[in-house]
């Protein structure tokens, strides 16, 4: 209040006025509802929380803010168990291309998912890519690869590059690209000691590749137990444990 003026000290949000008083900098009017909040809750009721779920959208991000600053969101809006039973599945967009036998990954910083390769409803096999954007529920044409690929390991590392591996573009294929997120252009990357296609890939650091087994060829008895190490600063690839 104005009697209190000159005689506050700010300590961030707070002001501790010369007897040790606590004044906080904080929205009043949320305050107000906060603070019946806890005295409702401090006697038990179980609908304490009422006012405040019942507040208007306009309202609503304040409150959230002040929420938030108090630690007191979770309080008023608890996390949802998790349970299968109520799960469901709900229609998503629609890609630009229709595909099978592709990859897809989800890319750092909330870049949103990254569709890559595959084939059509003919056969033929894909060097295109398609970025999902969550928040807008969109696609959009990603950068091409340099070859057509299907049933390729696909991989995102820490420093947002996106590294595919092998695939079929008729033949198995033994080699990889590279999409740097800087320029959004594949390159060339280091090839593997085998040709696979349908291996699973994972990053093992930012700049190491673990790719494992697949198929070397499309008929049955090609199935591989092995694995390789690919290593993006040296352009190597090793042999890993074998399954």
């Given at each position: 209040?104005?009697?209190?003026?000159?005689?506050?000290?700010?300590?961030?949000?707070?002001?501790?006025?010369r007897?040790?008083?606590?004044?906080?900098?904080?929205n009043?009017?949320?305050?107000?509802?906060?603070?019946?909040?806890?005295?409702?809750?401090s006697?038990g009721?179980?609908?304490?929380?009422?006012?405040?779920?019942?507040?208007?959208?306009?309202?609503?991000?304040?409150?959230?803010?002040?929420?938030?600053?108090y630690?007191?969101?979770?309080?008023?809006?608890?996390?949802?168990?998790?349970?299968?039973?109520?799960?469901?599945?709900?229609?998503?967009?629609e890609?630009?291309?229709?595909?099978?036998?592709?990859?897809?990954?989800?890319?750092?910083e909330n870049?949103?998912?990254?569709?890559?390769?595959?084939?059509?409803?003919?056969?033929?096999?894909?060097?295109?890519?398609?970025?999902?954007?969550?928040?807008?529920?969109?696609f959009?044409?990603?950068?091409?690869?340099?070859?057509?690929?299907s049933?390729?390991?696909?991989v995102?590392?820490?420093?947002?590059?996106?590294?595919?591996?092998g695939?079929?573009?008729?033949?198995?294929?033994?080699?990889?690209?590279?999409?740097?997120?800087?320029?959004?252009?594949?390159?060339?990357g280091?090839?593997?000691?085998s040709?696979?296609y349908?291996?699973?890939?994972?990053?093992?650091s930012?700049?190491?590749?673990?790719?494992?087994?697949?198929?070397?060829?499309?008929?049955?008895?090609?199935?591989?137990s092995?694995?390789?190490?690919?290593?993006?600063?040296?352009?190597?690839?090793?042999?890993?444990?074998?399954?």
């Amino acid at each position: 209040s104005g009697r209190h003026e000159g005689r506050l000290q700010p300590d961030g949000e707070k002001f501790i006025d010369r007897n040790g008083m606590v004044f906080i900098n904080r929205n009043g009017e949320m305050f107000e509802h906060i603070l019946e909040f806890l005295r409702a809750y401090s006697s038990g009721d179980e609908n304490a929380s009422c006012a405040i779920r019942a507040l208007p959208e306009s309202q609503m991000v304040a409150m959230l803010h002040e929420l938030e600053y108090y630690g007191l969101k979770s309080a008023i809006f608890p996390p949802v168990p998790y349970n299968i039973d109520l799960a469901a599945f709900s229609t998503g967009p629609e890609m630009l291309s229709k595909r099978w036998g592709f990859e897809a990954v989800v890319l750092p910083e909330n870049r949103g998912v990254l569709v890559v390769g595959g084939q059509d409803d003919d056969g033929k096999r894909l060097a295109s890519t398609e970025l999902l954007d969550m928040e807008k529920q969109t696609f959009t044409p990603g950068p091409s690869m340099g070859s057509r690929r299907s049933y390729c390991g696909t991989v995102a590392l820490e420093d947002s590059r996106v590294v595919v591996v092998g695939g079929s573009n008729g033949n198995i294929l033994s080699t990889s690209e590279v999409l740097s997120p800087s320029t959004d252009t594949w390159s060339p990357g280091p090839n593997m000691a085998s040709s696979r296609y349908g291996s699973a890939s994972l990053p093992l650091s930012s700049a190491r590749i673990l790719v494992i087994g697949g198929a070397s060829g499309y008929h049955t008895r090609t199935s591989l137990s092995t694995t390789e190490i690919i290593d993006l600063a040296s352009g190597a690839s090793t042999p890993g444990p074998e399954m």
